[in-house]
């Protein structure tokens, strides 16, 4: 009789996820419509068509694009069509956020930060 090691496949994914590494994306935050589709293009944070986005990516400089669910809606809105640098762990189309860097000028300031969120969210 042969014995099947039912665990292996859970210690595999256990270590995987464990050692996930961080990827740094360069890139713009825009609308996923007008990303996949080319329809309702949001120019800027006080465009109309904002209104009518329900959902924002990030799109690589390298044309990849990506889910952010780790920023609200309104995070991503005031992020809109401006040169970011984000860091995370990818899975798929989705980017799990720890930073998100806005360009100014040939620098790069932290506009959101997993940590501090965290800090501000379990402060009490």
Same mark, same amino acid.
């Given at each position: &009789? ?10 595999? +994914? &256990? ?8 990827? %740094? =994306? ?8 007008? @990303?996949?589709?080319?329809? @309702? ?7 109309? @068509? =904002?209104?009518? *986005?329900? *959902? ?7 044309? $990849?694009?990506?889910?952010?669910? $780790? %920023? ?6 005031? %992020? =809109? ?7 995370? *762990? ?6 799990? =956020?720890?930073?998100?860097? %806005?360009?100014?000028? *040939? $620098?790069?300031?932290? +506009?959101?930060?997993? $940590? ?9």
């Amino acid at each position: &009789m042969k014995k099947k090691n039912c665990l292996l496949p859970v210690i595999f +994914t &256990m270590t995987t996820s464990v050692f996930a590494q961080t990827s %740094l =994306v360069d890139g713009t935050i825009k609308g996923v419509r007008c @990303h996949l589709y080319n329809e @309702h293009c949001v120019t800027s944070t006080k465009d109309p @068509h =904002v209104a009518l *986005e329900q *959902e924002f990516v990030l799109v690589s400089n390298a044309g $990849d694009y990506y889910f952010l669910p $780790d %920023l609200s809606r309104s995070e991503k809105v005031a %992020l =809109v069509n401006q040169n970011v640098r984000v860091s995370g *762990e990818i899975e798929g189309k989705v980017l799990y =956020v720890e930073r998100v860097d %806005l360009k100014r000028g *040939e $620098d790069y300031s932290t +506009t959101w930060d997993r $940590d501090v969120r965290d800090a501000e969210l379990y402060s009490g």
